[in-house]
C-alpha cells in the first residue's frame, strides 16, 4: 500500500511536469482566486485533486488547522470561517509521510468598525462567482435557480421549514450560512431570492440602499422608524447590515455582535464606564451590561435597554419613546 501511493507519487510528479520542464501544479484551487474581497465570515472553496492521489487534504486558516478531508471525489468543496482583516488559507496535500504539495491564498474581510479594515488593501479586489459559468460544477451541482427558488415570502404566517433538505439549489453549496445559533427567517427557509436578485448585475446582487430590502418585508418597521424625528445615523445610511448580519449570527437579531460591543465600537465614552451618572450621582457611572434588564424580563441590561437603536423622536434616541433622561430614570428605578 505504501509503496503504491508512494509510486502514485512518484507517477503524478511526473504526469505534472510540463515539456519546458517548469513544474506545474497538482492540485487545482477554482474558487476562489488570491486576493479577493469578502464581507461576512463564511468562505466557499473548490479545488480538485487527482484521483489518483493517495492521501488527505489539510486546510489551515491562518496558520490553525481547520479540517482534514479525503481524496474521495475529484472535487472538494468546503466552506470556512474567517475573520477581520486578510486571512491566509493555506491547503496542503499530505500522502502517508510527505507534504506533496501546498498552496496559499488570501482573502480579506472587510468591517466597517475597524478603520484599518473599511477598505481593502490595494492589491484586493472583490471577485464575483456567480457571474461565470461553471461547468466545472454542473455535474453535481444545480447552478440555475428554479421554482422552488423563487417562492415569495411573507413575513405574517412564516413558518420555519423544518422537513427534509430544503428544495434550494442554494443549499447544496451555501448551507453553512445556517451554522449559527440566530438564523434569519428568509435564510431558515432558503428564500435567497427574496434579498438577491437573480436578473441583477452582477448576478445575485443587492439593491440598493439595503434598508428599501428589508422594508419590503419589514413594513412596520418601515412605517414607525421613517415616521421619527431623529434616525439613528447607521440607520439613516440605509445600509442595516453594519449591524446585522442579513443571514445569521451567533447573536440574537442576527446582530454582528453583542449590543454593547456594537454601540462602543462607534461610540467608544459610552463603554468607558463614566456613562449616564458620572458627575451627577457618583463617580462610578451607571451600569451599561451584565446586568438584568429590569424592564425587559429575561434580558440583559445594554445599550438598547435605554436608547433605541434605530429611531425616536427625541434627541438621544430615548427607549420607551420618553421624553426626557428623567422620565427614562422612572422606567425602571420608580417601583
Ligand atoms: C464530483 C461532484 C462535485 C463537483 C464536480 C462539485 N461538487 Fe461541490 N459538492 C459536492 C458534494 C457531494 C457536496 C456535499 C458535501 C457534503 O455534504 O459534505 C458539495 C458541497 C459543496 C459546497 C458546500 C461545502 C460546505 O461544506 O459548506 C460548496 C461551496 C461547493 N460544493 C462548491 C462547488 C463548486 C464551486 C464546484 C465547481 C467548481 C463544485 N462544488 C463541484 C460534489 C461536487
Ligand atoms: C456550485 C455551488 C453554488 C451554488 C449552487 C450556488 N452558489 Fe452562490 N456561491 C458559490 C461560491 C463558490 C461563491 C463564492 C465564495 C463565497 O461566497 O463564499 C458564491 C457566492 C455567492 C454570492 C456572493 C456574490 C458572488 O457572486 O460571489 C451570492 C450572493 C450567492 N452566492 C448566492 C447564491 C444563491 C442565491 C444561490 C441559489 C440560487 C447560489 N448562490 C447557488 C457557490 C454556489
Ligand atoms: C435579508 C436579505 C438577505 C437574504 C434573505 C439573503 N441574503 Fe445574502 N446577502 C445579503 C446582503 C445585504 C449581502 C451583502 C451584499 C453586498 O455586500 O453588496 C449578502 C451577501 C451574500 C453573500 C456574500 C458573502 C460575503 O461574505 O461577501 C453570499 C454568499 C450570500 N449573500 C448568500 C446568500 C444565500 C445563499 C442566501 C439564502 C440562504 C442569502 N444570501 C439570503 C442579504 C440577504
Ligand atoms: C423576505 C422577507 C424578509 C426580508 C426581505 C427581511 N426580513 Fe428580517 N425577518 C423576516 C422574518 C419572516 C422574520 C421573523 C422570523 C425570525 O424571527 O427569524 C424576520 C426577523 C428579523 C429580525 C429579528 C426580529 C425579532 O423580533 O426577532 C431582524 C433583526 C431582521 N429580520 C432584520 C432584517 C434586516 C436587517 C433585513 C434586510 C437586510 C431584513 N430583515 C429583511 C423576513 C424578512
Ligand atoms: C446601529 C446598529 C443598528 C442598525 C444600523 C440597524 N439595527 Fe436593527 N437592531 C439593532 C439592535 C441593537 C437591535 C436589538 C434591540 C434590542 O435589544 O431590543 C435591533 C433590532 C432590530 C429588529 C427587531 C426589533 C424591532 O425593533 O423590530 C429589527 C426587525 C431590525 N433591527 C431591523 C433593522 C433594519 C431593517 C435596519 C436597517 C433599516 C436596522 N435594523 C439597522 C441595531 C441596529
Ligand atoms: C457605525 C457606527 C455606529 C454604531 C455601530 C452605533 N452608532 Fe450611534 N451614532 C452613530 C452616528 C454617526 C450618530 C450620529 C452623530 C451624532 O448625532 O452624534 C450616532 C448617534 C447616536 C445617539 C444620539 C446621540 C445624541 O447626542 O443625540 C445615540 C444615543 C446612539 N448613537 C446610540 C447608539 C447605540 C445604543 C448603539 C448600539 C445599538 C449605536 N449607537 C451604534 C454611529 C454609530
Ligand atoms: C441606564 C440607561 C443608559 C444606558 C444603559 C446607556 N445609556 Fe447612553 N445615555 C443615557 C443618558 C441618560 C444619556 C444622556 C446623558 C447626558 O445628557 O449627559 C445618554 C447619552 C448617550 C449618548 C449621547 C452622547 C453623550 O454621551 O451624552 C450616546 C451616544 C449614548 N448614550 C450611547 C450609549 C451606548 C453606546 C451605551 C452602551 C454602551 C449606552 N449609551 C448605555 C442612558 C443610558
Ligand atoms: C433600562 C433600565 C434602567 C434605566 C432606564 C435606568 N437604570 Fe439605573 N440601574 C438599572 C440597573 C439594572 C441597575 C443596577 C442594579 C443592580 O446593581 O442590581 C441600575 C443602577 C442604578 C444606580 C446605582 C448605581 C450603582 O453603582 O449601583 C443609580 C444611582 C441609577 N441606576 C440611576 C439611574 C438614573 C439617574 C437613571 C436615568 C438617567 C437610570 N438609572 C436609568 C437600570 C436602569
Known sequence: MRIRSFLSVVILILASCSVAGGQEKMMTIHYPPDKTVMEFGLLN???????????????SVNGLEEKEILNDRVMKCFSVYIEPGINEISIAAKD???????????????????????????????????????????????????????????????SKDTTGEPASTCYSCHKAIQSYAYVHGPVSVWA???????????????????????????????????????????VNSGKCSICHNPHAS??????????????VQCHVESGTGQHVLADVYSTKGHPTRDKPDPVRIGKELTCASCHDPHASDFPKLWAFGVENAFELCKKCHEK
Do not use: N
Open 45 to 59: 472553496v473548490a479545488l480538485s485533486v487527482p484521483e489518483e492521489f493517495e492521501g488527505k487534504i489539510v486546510i
Open 96 to 158: 502517508a509521510r510527505h507534504e506533496v504539495e501546498r498552496q496559499t491564498f488570501s482573502v480579506f474581510r472587510r468591517s466597517e468598525f475597524v478603520s484599518k479594515f473599511r477598505k481593502p488593501p490595494a492589491s484586493f479586489k472583490r471577485e464575483f462567482f456567480h457571474v461565470s459559468k461553471w461547468d466545472q460544477c454542473s455535474g453535481c451541482h444545480t447552478m440555475e435557480p428554479t421554482e422552488a427558488d423563487k417562492k415569495p415570502l411573507r413575513i405574517t404566517g412564516f
Open 192 to 234: 435567497c431570492l427574496s434579498c438577491h436578485e437573480s436578473d441583477a448585475a452582477p448576478c445575485y446582487a443587492v439593491k440598493k440602499p439595503e434598508a428599501q430590502t428589508c422594508y419590503t418585508c419589514h413594513v412596520e418597521q418601515q412605517k414607525e422608524w421613517t415616521s421619527k424625528k431623529f434616525i439613528h445615523g447607521p
Open 250 to 263: 451567533d447573536h440574537p437579531f442576527f446582530l454582528s455582535k453583542h449590543t454593547w460591543d456594537l454601540c
